[in-house]
């Protein structure tokens, strides 16, 4: 069974930053895609970034510049770097992972449980 474990978050006031980090444990393969998206209250999930195999990185417009996504291919881990955090990056990140487990034949998408992240002063 694979899991996606995430780690980081919490409260940081307006213009600090925090960091994200998110692997999958479990019988693995081959991790293809990763990234992160965020859902606030009342709003819809939308991406934050999202980094291939490859190292080709997308990112939303409202965090260009300011997030950075990267992964450790050995550690099958992927990182999110927040800096000159606003109020409206205040939501629940998720990661997500396109994951080939030993028992499968395809690649399967898993989620995080999620994690808060709260911009306030």
């Given at each position: 069974q694979v899991q996606l474990v995430e780690s980081g978050g919490g409260l940081v006031q307006p213009g600090g930053s925090l960091s994200l980090s998110c692997a999958p444990s479990g019988s693995i393969r081959s991790v293809n895609d990763m990234g992160w998206y965020r859902q606030a209250p009342g709003k819809q999930r939308e991406l934050v970034a999202a980094i291939?195999?490859?190292?080709?990185?997308?990112?939303?417009?409202?965090?260009?510049?300011?997030?950075?996504?990267?992964?450790d291919n050995a550690k099958n881990t992927v990182y999110l770097q927040m800096n000159s955090l606003k109020p409206e990056d205040t939501a629940v990140y998720y990661c997500y992972?396109?994951?080939?487990?030993w028992d499968s034949v395809r690649f399967s998408e898993y989620w995080g449980q999620g994690t808060q992240v709260t911009v306030s002063s």
């Amino acid at each position: 069974q694979v899991q996606l474990v995430e780690s980081g978050g919490g409260l940081v006031q307006p213009g600090g930053s925090l960091s994200l980090s998110c692997a999958p444990s479990g019988s693995i393969r081959s991790v293809n895609d990763m990234g992160w998206y965020r859902q606030a209250p009342g709003k819809q999930r939308e991406l934050v970034a999202a980094i291939t195999s490859t190292d080709s990185i997308n990112y939303a417009d409202s965090v260009k510049g300011r997030f950075t996504i990267s992964r450790d291919n050995a550690k099958n881990t992927v990182y999110l770097q927040m800096n000159s955090l606003k109020p409206e990056d205040t939501a629940v990140y998720y990661c997500y992972a396109k994951v080939l487990g030993w028992d499968s034949v395809r690649f399967s998408e898993y989620w995080g449980q999620g994690t808060q992240v709260t911009v306030s002063s």
